[in-house]
């Protein structure tokens, strides 16, 4: 089945800790992208990638980090640094010219 | 101002009914919208897009761009329980290699029996 998916569905972890979320696309897709949803916010853009080795930060990229060292693969790690890092986090991929993107079924993390 | 608003709802509507849910963007040079569909706990889907001004139709579904007002409206027919979603509207500024949209808040809707 092609897709994206994103692991673990449900993270928890302490206030001061990192913690890296997994996305995983087997579409082909060139681009990839990290949003993060709170209640009564929509989605934000974290970062996205246009190609391997190559991430531009969004809209909220404070206390994030990526890597894209394979064309499947975007993870984001969410550092100390992030002071709300509590939220559902969405991977999406899209084709380089087409402007769908196709979203995973999210991770949602809690800082305790 | 946001670039994209959306009235949060919730929506409540009965089987059957037409539903209208609209955003407005505050950039008259935007050019791509785009409507997604969200169901509780999973990720986005794609429902319509369209490009600048005019309708779009597909199904049950008719999506519209207002640019003299920079108004977006997404029009469901014969609404069902499965439509029971939050519906998120995005306007698209395309790179060229990447797709950056940027959201509303999202309105949920409620379709009773």
């Known amino acids: 089945d092609g897709g994206i998916t994103q692991s673990p569905k449900y993270l928890f972890r302490k206030e001061g800790q990192n913690v890296t979320l997994s996305c995983e696309q087997n579409l082909n897709h060139d681009a990839m992208y990290w949003y993060r949803q709170d209640p009564g916010q929509g989605l934000r853009l974290i970062y996205y990638s246009q190609i391997v080795n190559d991430f531009q930060k969004g809209d909220i990229a404070e206390g994030y980090s990526v890597s894209r060292e394979k064309k499947e693969s975007f993870p984001l790690t969410v550092t100390s640094a992030q002071k709300n890092p509590t939220a559902f986090y969405l991977c999406a991929s899209s084709w380089g010219l087409d402007n769908e993107q196709f979203f995973g079924p999210g991770t949602r993390l809690t800082v305790l | 101002q946001k670039e994209v608003e959306q009235d949060p709802g919730p929506l409540s509507v009965p089987e059957g009914a037409i539903v209208s849910l609209n955003c407005t963007y505050s950039?008259?040079?935007?050019?791509?919208f785009m409507w997604y569909r969200q169901y509780s706990r999973k990720g986005p889907e794609l429902l319509m897009y369209t490009y600048s001004s005019g309708n779009k139709e597909d199904g049950r579904f008719t999506a519209q761009v207002d640019k003299s007002s920079k108004y977006i409206s997404l029009f469901i027919r014969d609404s069902q329980p499965s439509d029971s979603a939050t519906y998120l509207c995005?306007?698209?500024?395309?790179?060229?290699?990447?797709?950056?949209?940027?959201f509303g808040t999202g309105t949920r809707l409620q379709v009773t029996l």
């Open positions: 995005a306007r698209d500024e395309n790179t060229g290699t990447a797709s950056k949209l940027t």
């Open positions: 950039n008259s040079a935007f050019q791509y």
